[in-house]
């Protein structure tokens, strides 16, 4: 199996600033044919299912909030996510889809300090 | 806009079987773009992908629980299951029912979930 390993587990960054989530895999999720990673992040709030922020690495589904970016190739990516506000208080998990079984990271907790 | 509700027994006794459906509505089973995915979330933890079914026919499982899981299509009802035998502690979780997609050949992300359904093992 793919592992998928997030750093850091938890984060607190105050308002208005910036919040940086990384998440490393195992085996590369770059398909050279296409050029394109097969990775995702997804967005959990207390008492809600996962919700899809960004696939592909990069691509932000319909109506995410450009604050919100994905970044990396290969092995290593990055959630960024440029001005905080109140309502992205959420645990963030990152996902390969290139191998199976598909794994997830272990989730980043983001508060806000 | 596409829902999907998870449905079924929210306690199940060890050594049974553990059977879940997830109703769909907003878009079909049998459309053929899409695949459709149980993953679950043990209490406070991360989460596992389970397998998905395709209007094929086609089923993928993850090895680790593939002995033991079973997941199934009815059209006609526009929902899939899941079957989970032989279920013990660590089987308690929240389970999810999604709906999966890929823009280019290989390789599924879950677009739309559903709330989930807190199932727990215990005699």
């Known amino acids: 199996d793919i592992v998928m390993t997030q750093s850091p587990d938890s984060l607190a960054v105050s308002l208005g600033e910036r919040a940086t989530i990384n998440c490393k895999s195992s085996?590369?999720?770059?398909?050279?044919?296409?050029?394109?990673?097969?990775f995702a992040w997804y967005q959990q709030k207390p008492g809600q299912p996962p919700k899809l922020l960004i696939s592909?690495?990069?691509t932000r589904e319909s109506g995410v909030p450009d604050r919100f970016s994905g970044s990396g190739s290969g092995t290593d990516f990055t959630l960024t996510i440029s001005s905080l506000q109140a309502e992205d208080v959420a645990v963030y998990y990152c996902q390969q889809y290139y191998g199976l079984p598909y794994t997830f990271g272990q989730g980043t907790k983001l508060e806000i300090k | 806009q596409v829902q999907l509700q998870e449905s079924g027994p929210a306690l199940v006794k060890p050594s049974e079987t553990l059977s879940l459906t997830c109703t769909v509505s907003?878009?079909?089973?049998?459309?053929?773009?899409?695949?459709w995915t149980w993953i679950r979330q043990p209490p406070g933890k991360g989460l596992e992908w389970i397998g998905y079914?395709?209007?094929?026919?086609?089923?993928v499982y993850n090895p680790s629980l593939e002995s033991r899981v079973t997941i199934l299509m009815d059209t006609s009802k526009n929902h899939f299951s899941l079957d989970l035998t032989s279920v013990g502690a660590a089987d308690t979780a929240l389970y999810y029912c999604a709906r999966s997609r890929s823009d280019s050949g290989f390789g599924r992300y879950s677009d739309y979930w559903g709330q989930g359904t807190l199932v727990t093992v215990s005699s």
């Open positions: 079914i395709h209007y094929s026919g086609n089923t």
């Open positions: 085996h590369s999720v770059l398909y050279s044919s296409n050029n394109k990673n097969y």
């Open positions: 592909w690495a990069s």
């Open positions: 907003g878009d079909s089973v049998s459309s053929g773009t899409y695949y």
